[in-house]
């Protein structure tokens, strides 16, 4: 099984991915949160990311490599040069902005468009603010808009302050 998707069932959907926001900073930023959180980093601060950050982890005797990257637009061309450098990606979106939830979620969709992209990579996409997603059916468009149309296994968690997809080859 890949080392990525191992890593994350035993971190994530063992604990039902509590663990993951009681750990991370106080603002729930995203996706540096979930870096210091995997690190045990209780009161790290987040802010914005802007441009690229590199972090890594050691966990069950493995070095893991993290790139943190922005997602404004400005640095969102950087996305294509790392895809190929990847064993797993963690896609994270805020459902709190509605304009920047379509967004994220079109940029996503972008990514299976590049060419050099590794259709069979293990992604992970968050999407956080729970009570959000509950009130605007978020998880039902996400579903049915977009999840259906790139994979044919997707697995379902929510927890108290997220709803979290993961693609999962070989997890039940």
Not at 47 to 54: E, L, Q
Not at 83 to 101: A, E, M, N, W
Request: net charge positive.
């Amino acid at each position: 099984m890949n080392l990525f998707l191992q890593f994350f069932k035993n971190y994530f959907i063992k604990n039902n991915g509590k663990s993951l926001w009681k750990k991370g900073s106080a603002n729930i930023s995203g996706k540096t949160s979930i870096i210091n959180a995997l690190k045990n980093e209780k009161n790290a601060s987040a802010a914005p990311t802007v441009g690229f950050k590199k972090d890594s982890l050691e966990k069950f005797n493995f070095n893991f490599q993290f790139s943190d990257m922005s997602g404004q637009n400005q640095y969102r061309g950087m996305w294509q040069y790392y895809l190929t450098k990847i064993d797993g990606l963690i896609f994270v979106i805020d459902s709190s902005d509605k304009i920047r939830f379509g967004i994220a979620l079109d940029e996503l969709k972008l990514l299976f468009e590049i060419p050099e992209f590794n259709k069979n990579l293990p992604i992970l996409v968050y999407v956080y603010v729970l009570e959000v997603v509950k009130k605007t059916g978020v998880e039902k468009k996400i579903k049915s808009s977009f999840l259906q149309g790139i994979t044919s296994k997707f697995n379902y968690y929510s927890v108290k302050y997220q709803v979290h997809y993961s693609k999962q080859f070989g997890i039940c």
